[in-house]
């Protein structure tokens, strides 16, 4: 991660009998004026965009602007990992809407994944994380990565791992001064960085869409291609809503949509954490939100274009025998196709793009 220096500033206030940092890592805007970290983690919680429905905080672990700061520094700091060139926002990118735009990611010292990177945004909305849903929270899952010798780590074993990330992140100063801020101790614990991260992630949203502003009466806010393929998602004949629904356009089910089944050994997914037969070629759906900055497609990334996309769910997916009955071939014109992906277009939208990486981190 490349920190630009020019526009480096950090501020310490040291306030009289107590260990208060007030550490602005945040870039300058074009007037030469530092937007106040007030702004980018109001006292309140995030603000909802237009859609959207109010987060669910955890009741342990609630919401402090100071919390979702310490969790943005943690999110962006290459220094979770072990030889410190990989943090969670190699691979969840503000660039590419919190995902990587590679078909499988890549992690500490070039080692491949085998899935996809999916966008953290709106994963706030869901309790199951990852494609075959393994982790039962975001604090479960943000201890994942650090663990993982593909992603973070050279530590074969996962409580080295977390033992050794904490002692780099516990040798910074303003880290131990911002965690005792958070959670009143200094020897902080992985849960808590953990904690820290999801409590951040769950400020990354999107809404506002052409597609909420039309919802909310606007009707010039989609095109009439987008209507057209508005009504053909929300169809009878395409059903993309009997799993994408909801305000962050997934039901947080299961299904084996057909993707990678026609492999010699596909992944199992679901399957894989529950061993029920009906779970086999299962994966999360996915929400669909900013789904046509975040390609290529599927757990796989082995679908490159929104086009593409279409024209698997036109053919019914690829036959196997645990395949979801909603899948079938739909029989799309060319111009349906067009529309359909145009829809998806309008479901690009905002409540991400304020959270840039820090200009500068904990020292
Ligand atoms: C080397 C790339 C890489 C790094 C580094 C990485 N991730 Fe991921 N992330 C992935 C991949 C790939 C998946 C999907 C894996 C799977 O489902 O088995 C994933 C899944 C997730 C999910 C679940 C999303 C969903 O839709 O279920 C979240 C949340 C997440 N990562 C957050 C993080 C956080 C927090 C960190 C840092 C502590 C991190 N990631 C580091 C590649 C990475
Ligand atoms: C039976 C449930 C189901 C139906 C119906 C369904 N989807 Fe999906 N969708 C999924 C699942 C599950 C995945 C992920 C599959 C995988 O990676 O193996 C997915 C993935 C996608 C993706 C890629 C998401 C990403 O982040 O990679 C898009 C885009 C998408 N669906 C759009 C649609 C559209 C458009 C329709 C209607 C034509 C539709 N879906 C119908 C369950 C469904």
Redesign the pocket.
């Given at each position: 991660m490349r920190i630009s220096t020019g526009v480096r500033l950090v501020i310490f206030v040291a306030a009289i009998g107590s260990t208060t940092v007030a550490a602005n890592f945040i870039s300058q805007d074009k007037k030469g004026k530092t937007p106040q970290t007030a702004s980018l983690f109001p006292k309140d919680g995030p603000k909802i965009p237009l859609g959207l429905v109010p987060i669910l905080w955890p009741d342990d672990n609630a919401y402090t602007p100071e919390k979702a700061e310490l969790g943005w520094l943690l999110?962006f700091d290459p220094r979770?990992s072990s030889d410190s060139t990989?943090?969670?926002a190699?691979?969840?990118a503000p660039a590419f809407a919190f995902a990587?735009g590679q078909p499988?990611?890549?992690?500490i010292k070039g080692h491949k994944?085998g899935?996809?990177?999916?966008s953290?945004i709106n994963?706030g909305y869901?309790a199951l994380?990852?494609?075959?849903g393994r982790a039962a929270s975001?604090e479960v899952?943000?201890k994942g990565?650090?663990a993982n010798t593909?992603?973070?780590t050279n530590e074969k074993d996962a409580a080295k791992a977390h033992a050794t990330c904490l002692e780099r992140l516990r040798s910074v100063k303003e880290y131990r001064q911002l965690f005792k801020k958070v959670f009143g101790v200094e020897d902080f614990t992985i849960d808590q960085v953990a904690q820290a991260?999801a409590t951040f992630?769950r400020c990354v949203l999107s809404g506002n869409s052409p597609y909420d502003k039309f919802k909310a009466g606007d009707k010039s806010a989609l095109t009439e291609s987008q209507q057209r393929g508005f009504s053909i998602f929300f169809s009878n004949n395409a059903r993309c809503d009997s799993c994408h629904d909801g305000s962050a356009l997934t039901t947080n089910q299961f299904a084996n949509i057909g993707i990678g089944m026609d492999k010699p050994s596909p992944d199992w997914g679901r399957f894989n954490v529950t061993k029920r037969e009906d779970d086999k070629g299962a994966f999360?759906t996915?929400g669909l939100r900013e789904i046509a900055r975040t390609g290529p497609y599927m757990?796989d990334g082995s679908l490159k274009t929104l086009e593409d996309v279409v024209e698997h769910y036109d053919k019914g997916g690829i036959k196997n025998q645990w395949l979801h009955q909603d899948i079938r071939p739909l029989k799309l014109s060319k111009q349906d196709k067009t529309d359909l992906v145009a829809f998806l277009h309008a479901l690009n939208g905002e409540g991400w793009q304020q959270f840039k990486a820090p200009v500068a981190f904990p020292k």
């Open positions: 999110f979770l990989v943090s969670c190699s691979c969840h990587d499988v990611s890549t992690g994944g899935r996809s990177a999916p953290v994963r869901g994380q990852f494609w075959d975001l899952q943000a990565p650090i593909i992603e973070m991260i992630e999360k996915p757990h």
